[in-house]
């Protein structure tokens, strides 16, 4: 199934342990597209293996993925992280033991900050700026209608979210080198919402990468997908199709 029609998605989400749920609505991005929403360990859909049981941390996520690609028998393909999950199919793309046969198409790095130290330091600026954790989370993580129950694909993630390795603290001090993305082998897309936590500073050394195009969601915060999902699949479409006429 996966070898017909135009290359597949390979959806990575972010947290670390918040799963694929609340991006499910990347389906839409092509009618004949297949996406592949890859649930992390310890979250969603996966085994939670114990704390300590070495199954968690950098070199494991890495590992994991690296598990996905090869058992699914993928060659070419397009690469999608959104928040950490950007940084892990960074890791995957630019560090030793991707296979030679592993040819992503492209690398879409969504809301994905170049420094952890980094977006933690903004968003630390933004609650002060907002005056609470609630008007922040509400003007740069997922703008909605005051009231507005969470969107279903939100809701459906946080009830599943893990536990054991989770949040900023699981991934403290991650920072993407320069001479890490000089080997990323693809074109790369970084979107985010003009409202996101992970500012316009924290994306902008991905301007390093080797082939690069920015996109920037007015009105959109973290959770662009889904504040503007319309925007955000065109934008999304239209650089995957561009990378297959390369």
């Keep these: 199934m996966l070898e017909e029609g135009p290359p597949p998605l390979l959806v990575c989400h972010g947290g670390p342990q918040v799963p694929s749920d609340y991006l499910f609505d990347l389906e839409g991005v092509d009618s004949n597209r297949a996406c592949i929403?890859?649930?992390?360990?310890?979250?969603?859909r996966s085994d939670t293996p114990a704390a300590d049981s070495g199954a968690y941390g950098l070199e494991a996520s890495i590992d994991d993925l690296r598990s996905v690609i090869s058992t699914l028998g993928l060659k070419r393909y397009h690469l999608y992280g959104q928040s950490w999950g950007g940084l892990l199919a960074f890791l995957h793309l630019s560090s030793d033991g991707r296979g030679a046969d592993d040819q992503p198409v492209s690398f879409t790095l969504s809301n994905t900050p170049t420094s952890v130290p980094l977006v933690e330091a903004e968003a630390g600026r933004l609650v002060e700026a907002c005056g609470s954790v609630e008007s922040f989370m509400a003007k740069h993580n997922l703008r909605a209608p005051p009231d507005a129950d969470p969107p279903e694909t939100i809701a459906a993630a946080y009830a599943h979210a893990g536990n054991t390795w989770r949040g900023t603290t699981?991934?403290?001090?991650?920072e993407a080198s320069t001479e890490a993305m000089a080997r990323v082998p693809c074109p790369s897309l970084v979107i985010r919402g003009e409202h996101d936590f992970c500012t316009a500073a924290c994306v902008a050394g991905w301007a390093q990468l080797p082939d690069v195009r920015f996109e920037t969601l007015a009105g959109a915060s973290h959770h662009a997908l889904i504040e503007a999902p319309e925007r955000y699949l065109q934008a999304l479409s239209a650089f995957l199709k561009e990378s297959e006429d390369r």
């Design 37 to 44: 929403f890859f649930d992390q360990l310890g979250c969603g």
């Design 170 to 174: 699981a991934i403290e001090g991650l």
